[in-house]
């Protein structure tokens, strides 16, 4: 979830935080207050989502009245501050008309018009938007707080008050009925509009899992459960349907309250009218089909006598006048009335998360045939181009800009000013993502007049809202050296890149410009923000740094030279000169085309920031220039498409920090050969170096309590993770925040923050420690790549790299302590009073690695290198010298050291992509950009354990196939006019994935979609060139696939059709499908799609739906609130699981305070915090955490995305350990389908997955279906671990226990056997586990010997037979949980010096009882497991 680019907090411009933004504030805050639980650290779980919306718009006065002004934001000050945050909240009495008064809990934080928000979602007074409240007959203002009225307190009655209506008071009105007649409708959210999305989560749980888990009790359960999963999700099964990925809900059936709703054609009301308070004239067609005609007036509601064709205004008779639309239908149709109640009760019913709005849109790839409903507020939408409206500023259109930087421009002095900051940032960021996407299709769909009409169309340029649109086309051969169309196409993601970086450090004083960059129907659009005052001068006035044409003519200027200063060290920007047309030297800090302007505003905007990071040498063949032998052996440099190949910032964060430790080494290596004659001298050394400098160690050796408040209080240790430098100043906490340092929380360390996103964060937390230490012992001073060894001083020359884990260094190289406090000292004392020797080690060092100072070790990139037109001075030859060689090395690091690491990631599980997004994921946490994908898969395939990468290995080929075919599809669809895309769509999608061969045979005529006019047939069809498209075939495709995948990953494919591909590289089309319609954009039809049938078409052109815009932009971070879930995640990983979860509670806190309530980070937070009170005994605390993890994974990154799968999964476990065993099943039923559907069977994650599946249905004594899972499960673990693995071990335990409640207990013999053989070979006969499985054998041998018995007796004597009783052993419920916690790789840690007495005398207990002859499972039977009822032990299984 966090990868290295946004270690950095990243914020970006936004603004208003007035009070449009609290309009807006989801409806559903107050109802989660309802189910505020209160978890085992005392803070309230939910208070983030109650205040989520506007509660904590702690302005800055009131900051500091609230003694929080005052404090200085440092390590102290963080815990109180939070505390501030968090005012006690009182109960008010609120009285509605024709409602008896209810109780509302409130915050003093909270505004008047949060109240508004949360009466105008209440079941019962949900249908009055236009009301004032009163107290004490004192109208309250609606953007006050409450804390800030006079005379609020406990207990205070408001009164809601009736106000008249306005014209735009009517519109809200109506607008508000509509969205509660639309309540329950999914059609916005398969339509992608307003923020909505899909979840299916209730389907399987019936509703909400808080309530079902009191209501059944276990032992009815166990009767009813029907376990027997759809053949489809059985192992083997080859069938992938493709409908159940979205199962009817059956609440979404439509209970029609109306049958029309729209405005009436008489409006505007005529002048007389209005003077007697008509606002508007609404229609509407009852249920019982009765049509009425009504007036919107200043006092309500009623109906008029028109009718469709005569105009008469006059109140009816009765004219029911209401101030309600909902109160004037129900006394005029009764079924209005029963089924907007039912409507309502229902929807109030619904999770919040199952309706709030989420912070960007998500788009789905299927949907189920819509029925299009007439839809007045839709309708109006569509002409008013929603402007004026919609961004509630009446009458005028909103400021981007202005907006983005002022929020910029807030306080960040202490936390709240910060959260108020961040917030505001991110709310207006959200904004202006969601505006620029509707602007670029308005642009593309033709809907918005050029600023250029003249020129041709892709030179055209827009401005709509405020925001500048330009095509992604090389307009007036700007970038003809570059690449021309390709590098036009690249430079907005560089530049978006750039954007992202500079936002993430966060200069004050330094601008840019909101940037989003939007893929539709084929075009690339880049929209930006406006800087004030640009358009009105030409760009060679405006620009007073950088330059324009590509460094020709260049210019500087002081003040930008000052900000860019400030950016350089974290974005490891080398300042540099470059000579300009005359030969003059200017000074740069930043690439040429980097370009500063200076609005009419007074701001310093940059803008153009796509060369921020250096070039790529391995795809920038350069004449003369031999790269090094790394990168040559794999066969670089290579020819790309354009010339604005980039490394990313991920790779030059890695590559410094695996230099620093060379650097480290180096010095150490040369301290220890002079240690021999000093040794006096160094220990002085040791004791002078100023004690204040806690010299920061490896994270191995670091003490529990140093590194927590490390990373909690160092803010600028985390925030840039610019582990590069050691210069600073000694008394900051920061000491020097060397990379070792920070390497828990970056990604270098890729395996621990790896797994938040592939697998989940807290499983693998947990068992890092203990991974990590084995594979220390070959880190010694030779440097080990994945090849021979190398000796030390060349492995350095050469950016080699060591074993991707670095742990532990200090251990073995003894030197390096002395290392570190040497560099200190250097940095702090300016090198005086260090004998010469030492500083001759560091120079010595410095030079070897490449650093830019010779005191010190800091390497940074002069972005200039190789840029065709620049030209530097004489006199620096040298340093560019040294830059290439350092871009070289860089190169190589890549290909000798990330790209393994991610192999190896890989092959030990720590990395674990599921699909094309997060294969692409798992690259860009190493720095390794996707145009290396084919390298990738070249080196899997060279790797001896190839077969254990299998998996990796076909996502790696289905993302490179489908990349390809994005990259054609792209070009295809530019061709292709409106009227026939659908038909287009679909003939691509059928000669990408169909057997048929497509359309070839079909008439000329037929090619061209059905025209709209059925005289078509006496016309000539289409006109010539845009029926281009129809002339694709299925071939054709597929050799242009191949050839792109030659040309641009430089991988060959030996596949000429669908069907080859699927066959050698054992693909799934439904999987193709998937990875296709999600990258271009498409949405299909939900139905079974027959792609294998020679004889008709796959898709057909009604199966295409629609197609969406792909859209990327800023994501703005909440870096407070990260921090306190970086501390937490640290705490967790030492075994301080109660510090851990107040830490990530708080995060919680404060990640809804700046995000709202629905979150990536929030789910993940969620997720662990479920983790934790699951661990700590609170099963249904778990169980409520992580069904808004769930909820909040399908909403904000789509229903089968691997993030949710895993999700299903953890809930799953929760759900089982509170006794809801069907639950638990259809749960794992749904992960399991999801996981077929997205990756195949043939994955390690099903191995878990199976196992998880097996278990439950040994425990409801489902046995042969158990088996089948748990064999398969021990097959695909065997497969991706090694027969000889612990992992496998335990599978055949699992296995032989189902054979044991079978009674095979010959079958169980032989799997036990073989997992005691495993356990005997890795771990020796001593172990516990394998003293364990060898107790289990001689159970089992003496079971089979009493069966064999009992059965000799029946077979002599008959049925006479004197039989035994034989002990079935049905499994316990406890010892399923024990096993299944043990597969997820849960531990139970004891948590304090207490809890561990407890724990020994409950050990001693149970050895009594043993030995008194009772077995253990008896006691744990009833009950959801307490923590007590624990022996705490290490699941680390492989």
């Given amino acids: 979830m966090v990868s290295k680019t946004d270690d950095i907090p990243a914020s970006v411009p936004n603004c208003n935080v007035n009070t449009v933004d609290l309009v807006e504030e989801t409806p559903d805050r107050k109802e989660t207050t309802k189910a505020t639980h209160r978890d085992p650290c005392g803070h309230s779980v939910d208070t983030a989502v109650m205040n989520g919306g506007g509660a904590h718009n702690l302005s800055e006065e009131e900051s500091k009245q609230d003694g929080a002004g005052d404090t200085d934001g440092g390590e102290d000050s963080n815990e109180q501050e939070v505390i501030v945050i968090q005012d006690t909240g009182f109960t008010v009495k609120i009285q509605a008309p024709g409602t008896e008064p209810f109780d509302l809990q409130v915050s003093p934080q909270e505004m008047v018009q949060e109240i508004h928000q949360v009466l105008m979602d209440r079941e019962d007074t949900c249908h009055r938007t236009c009301f004032s409240l009163q107290l004490d007959s004192n109208v309250l203002d609606n953007f006050a707080e409450l804390k800030s009225i006079e005379g609020l307190q406990e207990g205070s009655l408001l009164k809601v008050v009736e106000e008249p209506y306005t014209v735009r008071e009517a519109r809200i009105h109506v607008r508000h009925i509509r969205d509660l007649l639309k309540g329950l409708d999914p059609s916005d959210a398969y339509n992608g509009v307003d923020c909505n999305s899909l979840s299916f989560l209730s389907v399987f749980t019936d509703g909400d899992l808080g309530d079902s888990g009191k209501r059944k009790k276990k032992g009815s359960e166990l009767e009813q459960i029907d376990c027997t999963p759809p053949e489809h999700i059985l192992p083997g099964s080859k069938e992938r349907p493709l409908l159940p990925l979205q199962p009817q809900n059956k609440d979404w059936k439509p209970m029609q309250c109306l049958k029309v709703l729209t405005m009436s054609g008489w409006n505007p009301p005529p002048g007389n009218r209005k003077m007697h308070g008509d606002l508007m004239y609404l229609y509407m067609v009852t249920v019982e089909e009765r049509h009425i005609s009504i007036t919107a007036s200043t006092r309500g509601f009623y109906l008029n006598q028109s009718t469709t064709y005569t105009f008469n205004p006059k109140p009816a008779n009765p004219s029911f006048l209401s101030h309600s639309l909902v109160e004037l239908l129900s006394q005029i149709s009764p079924a209005f009335k029963k089924n907007f109640t039912a409507l309502q009760k229902k929807r109030v019913q619904r999770h919040p998360f199952e309706r709030i709005a989420t912070p960007f849109q998500v788009y789905s790839w299927t949907a189920p045939q819509v029925d299009h409903t007439m839809d007045c507020v839709r309708a109006e939408d569509a002409y008013t181009s929603r402007l004026g409206y919609e961004e509630h500023i009446p009458g005028q259109t909103r400021d981007w800009n202005e907006e983005l930087q002022t929020t910029r421009e807030l306080a960040r002095k202490n936390l709240p000013d910060r959260l108020l900051r961040e917030r505001a940032i991110f709310k207006v960021h959200s904004d202006f993502a969601a505006a620029a996407t509707r602007g670029s299709m308005a642009v593309i769909d033709g809907n918005v007049m050029a600023i250029n009409p003249g020129e041709e169309t892709r030179m055209q340029m827009f401005i709509w809202n405020n925001i500048f649109f330009s095509l992604g086309f090389d307009v007036r051969d700007h970038y003809r050296e570059l690449g021309g169309d390709a590098a036009a196409h690249a430079a907005p993601t560089n530049d978006l890149n750039g954007v992202r970086a500079y936002g993430a450090v966060d200069v004050e004083g330094l601008y840019t410009l909101g940037t989003v960059v939007v893929d539709y129907r084929g075009y690339r659009v880049t929209a930006q923000s406006i800087i004030p005052g640009i358009l009105e001068r030409e760009q060679e006035q405006s620009v007073i740094y950088g330059s324009i044409d590509f460094g020709k003519t260049v210019v500087s200027h002081g003040k930008y030279l000052e900000l860019l200063e400030r950016t350089s060290r974290p974005l490891k920007v080398q300042r540099h000169n470059v000579l300009n047309e005359k030969d003059e030297s200017m000074e740069l800090c930043s690439s040429v085309e980097c370009k500063g302007i200076i609005g009419n505003d007074g701001r310093h905007y ?238 010595n060092a410095c030079k070897a690695v490449g650093s830019i100072s010779n005191t010190s070790f800091d390497i940074r990139f002069n972005p200039d290198i190789f840029s065709p037109g620049v030209r530097f001075p004489e006199d620096s030859a040298d340093d560019i010298q040294k830059q290439k060689q350092l871009l070289k090395d860089a190169g190589a690091f890549m290909v000798s050291c990330q790209i393994p690491s991610l192999v190896k990631d890989c092959l030990d599980h720590s990395a674990l992509p599921m699909d094309g997004a997060t294969l692409t994921e798992a690259l860009h946490q190493r720095g390794i950009n996707v145009r290396y994908l084919g390298n990738v898969l070249a080196f899997v395939d060279q790797t001896p354990a190839k077969a254990q990468l299998e998996h990796f290995y076909r996502i790696g080929i289905s993302e490179l196939i489908t990349r390809c075919a994005k990259h054609i599809f792209k070009t295809y669809l530019q061709g292709v006019e409106l009227s026939a895309l659908s038909a287009a769509v679909s003939h691509f999608l059928n000669c990408f994935l169909s057997s048929f061969d497509a359309v070839a045979h079909l008439p000329a005529d037929e090619l061209v979609s059905r025209r709209k006019n059925r005289k078509r047939r006496n016309r000539v069809p289409g006109g010539g060139d845009n029926t281009a498209w129809a002339s694709l075939t299925p071939s054709e495709l597929w050799k242009n696939i191949v050839s792109e995948a030659q040309s641009y990953y430089h991988f060959t494919l030996h596949c000429e059709n669908a069907d080859q591909g699927v066959e050698k590289y054992s693909l799934q089309k439904i999987t193709l499908l998937r990875e296709i319609s999600i990258k271009a954009g498409i949405q299909i039809l939900i139905k079974e799609y027959n792609f294998d049938s020679r004889h008709k078409p796959a898709f057909t052109e009604e199966d295409i739906l629609n197609i969406f815009p792909v859209v990327k932009h800023v994501n703005p971070k909440a870096s407070d609130a990260f921090h306190f879930f970086q501390s937490g995640q640290a705490k967790v990983q030492q075994g301080y699981l109660k510090e851990g979860c107040e830490l990530i509670n708080e995060a919680l806190n404060l990640f809804n305070n700046v995000y709202g309530a629905m979150h ?249 009882l043993q030995e008194s002859g009772k077995s253990v499972e008896d006691l744990t039977v009833d009950g959801p497991l307490e923590l007590e009822d624990k022996i705490p032990m290490d699941v680390n299984v492989d």
């Fill in 1160 to 1408: 990536v980070e929030i789910c993940a937070c969620l997720r662990l915090l479920a983790r934790l009170n699951y661990i700590m005994g609170d099963h249904h605390e778990a169980l409520s955490n992580q069904q808004k993890a769930v909820l909040m994974s399908e909403r904000v990154l789509g229903v089968e995305h691997p993030n949710t799968i895993q999700e299903y999964m953890h809930l799953a476990l929760y759900c089982f350990a509170n006794g809801q065993l069907s639950t638990a099943l259809k749960l794992l039923y749904r992960a399991r389908y999801l996981m077929l559907m997205v990756c195949g069977e043939d994955h390690p994650e099903m191995a878990l997955l199976d196992s998880n599946i097996g278990l439950v249905l040994h425990g409801v004594m489902e046995y042969d279906l158990s088996l089948r899972f748990l064999e398969n499960s021990l097959a695909i673990n065997s497969k991706y671990h090694g027969p000889r693995s612990l992992k496998v071990a335990l599978s055949h335990h699992l296995v032989a226990r189902v054979y044991e409640s079978k009674a095979e207990f010959r079958s169980a013999l032989q799997q036990e056997k073989e997992g005691y053989t495993i356990y005997k070979n890795q771990v020796g006969e001593a172990h516990e586990k394998t003293k364990e499985s060898s107790e289990y054998l001689k159970y089992l041998t003496q079971q089979a010997v009493a069966l064999q018995r009992t059965m000799n007796e029946i077979y002599k004597n008959g049925s006479n037979a004197s039989i035994m009783p034989l002990k079935f052993t049905a499994p316990s419920m406890a010892s399923v949980l024990e096993q299944l916690n043990i597969i997820n790789g849960i531990i139970f840690i004891p948590l304090s010096q207490k809890d561990l007495e407890n724990l020994k005398a409950e050990v001693q207990r149970r050895q009594q």
């Fill in 606 to 843: 940059i803008l153009d920031l796509l060369r921020t990071f250096p070039p790529d040498l391995n795809f920038l063949p350069v004449e003369g220039e031999e790269l090094s032998p790394e990168s040559v052996r794999q066969g670089f440099p290579r020819q790309h498409r354009h010339r604005l190949a980039c490394l990313r910032q991920e790779l030059i964060e890695a590559f410094v920090e695996h230099r620093y430790l060379l650097f480290m080494k180096m010095a150490a290596l040369q301290l220890m050969q002079q240690k021999a004659n000093k040794e006096s001298k160094l220990a002085t050394l040791t004791e002078n170096s100023s004690p204040g400098a806690a010299v920061p160690a490896l994270p191995s050796t670091e003490t529990p309590d140093a590194s927590a408040e490390s990373s909690e209080t160092s803010t600028e240790t985390l925030t840039d993770a610019n582990s590069d430098t050691v210069q600073t100043d000694t008394t900051s906490t920061s000491d020097a925040p060397q990379p070792a340092a920070t390497e828990a929380t970056t990604t270098e360390a890729a395996p621990k923050t790896e797994p938040m996103t592939e697998t989940d964060s807290s499983a693998t937390t947990t068992t890092n420690a203990s991974q990590a230490t084995p594979i220390e012992d070959n880190v010694v001073p030779t440097v080990t790549t994945n090849g021979p060894l190398v000796p030390f001083a060349t492995a350095i020359q050469n950016g080699e790299c060591e074993s991707p884990l670095e742990g532990k260094a200090e251990d073995i190289i003894p030197g390096l302590a002395q290392a570190k406090e040497l560099a200190e000292s250097l940095a702090a004392e300016d090198g005086s009073g260090i004998d010469p020797k030492s500083r001759e080690v560091v120079l």
